[in-house]
């Protein structure tokens, strides 16, 4: 059941350049789009969401991109800093929001 | 800030025996999930609880498996003969309405089966 994967287990990347986490999809029938930050004991904690509907959404230093004719969503971060190192897991849901699809992570490192 | 919360933190059992793993959602909160993450692997939805009564659940959550909110605070998940593939992360989370997709996370049970 890998309806929503993240082919890149770990991304390193110096501290003010950009982060691109990438993430892809396999069902159709998702609507909601999800990306969750994660550190070592912690539950995941929300950080931005899209929808169908839209292909772009933008929240300060995070932005995510919906591609949906090529299945794909990426989580962009600029400038990244050292507090951003954590694991990325994106998310899909269809629209009753009953259940949740997660990739199987990012680890990202800001290096300083 | 309201948050959720996770009881115990870490609970060692042997295979075969009952855990009984904890939640307290954010008390306003409607719709509770369950899930869990084995070490190095993605985070997998077992089930979806609304109005007292399971909303949908996955493959994984069977016969073993129940959930229960047994005095409108507390969200418990029950395996009820633990086998050493049931060693995890498991995290609770809730969300606040029908439309809301915004859910809140639990920091963890580490279950060990042994």
């Known amino acids: 059941d890998q309806q929503v994967k993240q082919n890149s287990p770990s991304l390193s990347v110096q501290e003010g350049r950009i982060s691109i986490l990438n993430c892809d999809y396999t069902?159709?029938?998702?609507?909601?789009f999800l990306w969750y930050k994660k550190y070592p004991a912690e539950g995941p904690t929300f950080l931005i969401s899209?929808?169908?509907?839209?292909d772009k959404n933008e929240d300060g230093r995070f932005t995510v991109f919906l591609n949906k004719s090529a299945k794909h969503l990426s989580l962009h971060i600029v400038p990244s800093q050292p507090g951003d190192s954590a694991v990325y897991f994106c998310a899909a849901s269809g629209n009753n929001f009953n259940k949740f699809y997660f990739g199987s992570g990012t680890k990202l490192n800001v290096k300083p | 800030e309201p948050e959720v919360t996770q009881t115990p933190s870490h609970q060692v059992t042997q295979m075969g025996q009952e855990v009984i793993l904890r939640c307290v959602p954010i008390?306003?909160?409607?719709?509770f999930y369950w899930y869990r993450q084995i070490l190095g692997q993605k985070v997998e939805f077992l089930v979806s609880f609304y109005n007292n009564e399971i909303s949908e659940k996955s493959e994984i959550f069977d016969d073993q498996f129940s959930v229960e909110r047994p005095d409108g605070s507390n969200f418990t998940l029950k395996i009820r003969s633990t086998k050493l593939e049931d060693s995890a992360m498991y995290f609770c989370?809730?969300?606040?309405?029908?439309?809301?997709?915004?859910?809140?996370f639990g920091p963890g049970t580490r279950l060990t089966v042994t």
């Open positions: 899209i929808s169908s509907i839209k």
């Open positions: 008390s306003n909160h409607l719709y």
């Open positions: 069902n159709s029938m998702f609507d909601y």
């Open positions: 989370a809730s969300k606040a309405r029908k439309g809301s997709y915004e859910q809140y």
